[in-house]
C-alpha cells in the first residue's frame, strides 16, 4: 500500500463569490499542483498533494487571493496522509 502525504488548507476572510476557487485552479495548474479546492460554509478548503516542490510558492499565491474584491483573514495548514492521490487540481 502507498501512503500519500497531503496538506489540507482552510481559507477564512472575503473569499466566496469573489473568483476565488477559480483563481485557485489557475494558480494550481500553473505550478503543476493536483488536489481540490471547494467553498464549504464560510470559508474555502484546499487539498493538495504535499510532495508537491512547488508548494511553498502556491501558499504565497492563495494568501495573495485572485483580487482586491478578495481577502484572506486567516489559513491554516494541516498535513495528513491517505491511500488516495490527486490527478488534477478539480474545483469542487
Known sequence: MI???YI???VHGRVQGVG????TKKQADRLGIKGT?????DYVEIYTDRNCHRIDEFLT??????SPFSKVNDIKI???????YFTSFDII
Do not use: A, L, M, W
Open 3 to 5: 501512503i500519500i502525504e
Open 78 to 84: 494541516e498535513h495528513g496522509e491517505t491511500n488516495d
Open 20 to 23: 476565488f476557487r477559480q483563481y
Open 61 to 66: 499565491s492563495v494568501k495573495k487571493g485572485p
Open 37 to 41: 479546492v471547494e467553498n464549504v460554509s
Open 8 to 10: 489540507h488548507i482552510t
